[in-house]
């Protein structure tokens, strides 16, 4: 449906629906004055009956679904009952504004309360791009570079799990291993890099491999991808992370990578995750040449393979940082510089709206948009801020100014900045521990997880 039609058809039934709405909220002021049923979803009847800040929130909340656009009103209200809203209501509600786009956010902000509870977490991790060497060219990436220029690397197995070793010693339960797809990368490349990190160090959480790399690996040896990661399973591996979906969307694809790893290719494969009991995370990479109608397409087909498998853990939203890309320098005037600071807002917004019951965590990632801005989308809808990292090269390559390390005392009080309780969460979102301050990390003898980051050697 355009979004003219469903404007209007939503603002006849919207009408009616408020109307009743208006007159359940005046009875129920007769009864007792902070509750408001606006809700027959029983968790947010849970909610309304024994917590008096979440009462206080919700009647703010109808005040102001009261005062704007009434399609906006209905999603909303929709939304904050519990009920599913579909691709086109998330793009209308994409192009939120104003009045629109704070109930937006509140919104967002009750159901992630409705969800996690006021709880946010991150995780103790180190990324390690074992490779930048990568030929397949895709137009938003500056961190490939080709086996003979300057400053390429392929590490070593043995460096990668001196890497994890270290990486487990300052208190990590997770690495993050990703890496360009080099050519001399063998049938068995992926699973002797697993089965060498696993035998230095048997209990670290092995997060790795896109689902790029997965293709990859699967062709090189000639294996479907399910029998490919059976393998992986079996020699350690943890889960993967979701990402190289960018949009999932084959027009959009073909300006970024020339459709390489096609929609089809990306979803086959995570689903071949799911079904072999590797779980995995899931993204997007919004703000260069996509649309508002194009990232509700991407959370719905999210939704979608969710309902089908159950296996993501989260969905983790990544803006497009543009300064070093070909993607951007090549045609300014047609590729956006990255994602606006509303735009991020309203993506951490939708997703959990979309999502909500499906894929109820919600990253906001420090790397893309700094840890100020990021602990800013947990009153917006997200639950959690990732991992600490200690080194990330891939956002830095491309330009990004973060992205190397934020320690867990930071983590902690960025969380507590936002009005919630911090916990450190394993990889699948166990909770492992809970701070009621910063200094607690350090009490609890989680080592630091850097004090240097030359440290590390790798930038
Ligand atoms: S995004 Fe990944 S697959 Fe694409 S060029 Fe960069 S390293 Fe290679």
């Known amino acids: 449906m355009k979004n003219n039609d469903l404007m209007s058809a939503q603002n006849s039934q919207t009408s009616s629906n408020l109307f009743h709405y208006e007159q359940q909220v005046s009875q129920a002021q007769e009864v007792k004055e902070n509750i408001i049923p606006i809700s027959h979803d029983a968790r947010h009847q849970f909610l309304l009956a024994s917590n008096a800040a979440y009462a206080k929130q919700s009647k703010q909340l109808v005040a102001k679904l009261k005062q704007i656009d009434l399609a906006t009103a209905e999603i909303l209200y929709q939304a904050l009952k519990g009920q599913e809203i579909s691709v086109e209501q998330a793009t209308y509600l994409f192009k939120a504004e104003q009045g629109e786009y704070q109930a937006l956010l509140e919104t967002a902000d009750l159901v992630r309360q409705q969800r996690c509870g006021d709880v946010a977490s991150f995780v103790i991790t180190r990324n390690i791009n074992f490779t930048n060497v990568c030929y397949m060219g895709c137009r938003f990436c500056n961190f490939a570079k080709s086996k003979e220029e300057e400053g390429a690397e392929f590490l070593s197995f043995d460096e990668i799990a001196n890497r994890a070793e270290e990486a487990w010693l300052k208190g990590a339960t997770e690495v993050c291993i990703q890496g ?20 230095r160090v048997p209990d670290i959480h092995i997060h790795a491999f896109s689902p790029f790399e997965i293709w990859y690996g699967a062709k090189k040896a000639r294996m479907t991808p399910q029998a490919f990661l059976t393998e992986l399973k079996e020699a350690g591996l943890g889960s993967m992370p979701g990402t190289a979906a960018e949009i999932l969307d084959v027009e959009v694809r073909k300006q970024l990578t020339k459709n390489k790893l096609t929609t089809e290719d ?25 649309q508002p109608h194009h990232w509700a397409a991407h959370l719905g087909l999210l939704r979608d393979i969710q309902k089908e498998t159950g296996g993501i853990t989260e969905f983790v939203p990544l803006g497009f940082i543009h300064y070093e890309t070909k993607l951007y320098n090549d045609n300014p005037d047609l590729v956006r510089p990255g994602p606006t600071r509303l735009e991020h807002f309203k993506m951490h917004a ?109 930038m």
């Open 350 to 458: 939708v997703a959990r709206l979309m999502l909500q019951g499906h894929i109820d965590n919600i990253q906001a990632s420090w790397v893309k948009m700094g840890p100020e801005t990021a602990t800013q989308m947990l009153q917006a809808g997200a639950n959690d801020l990732g991992g600490t990292l200690m080194n990330e090269s891939i956002s830095r390559a491309a330009g990004a100014k973060h992205g190397q390390e934020v320690v867990p005392e930071m983590m902690v009080d960025n969380i507590h900045k936002a009005g919630l309780s911090a916990v450190r969460r394993g990889t699948l979102y166990q909770t492992l521990e809970k701070y009621d301050s910063p200094d607690q990390v350090i009490k609890t003898h989680i080592p630091r997880a850097s004090e240097q980051i030359d440290l590390m050697g790798v």
């Open 180 to 199: 360009g797809l080099h050519p001399d990368i063998d049938k068995d490349y992926y699973k002797n890099l697993v089965l060498a990190v696993k035998a």
């Open 266 to 290: 990306w979803v086959t494969i995570i689903k071949a995750a799911h079904e072999v009991g590797v779980k995995t995370t899931s993204t997007i990479m919004y703000g260069h040449v996509d």
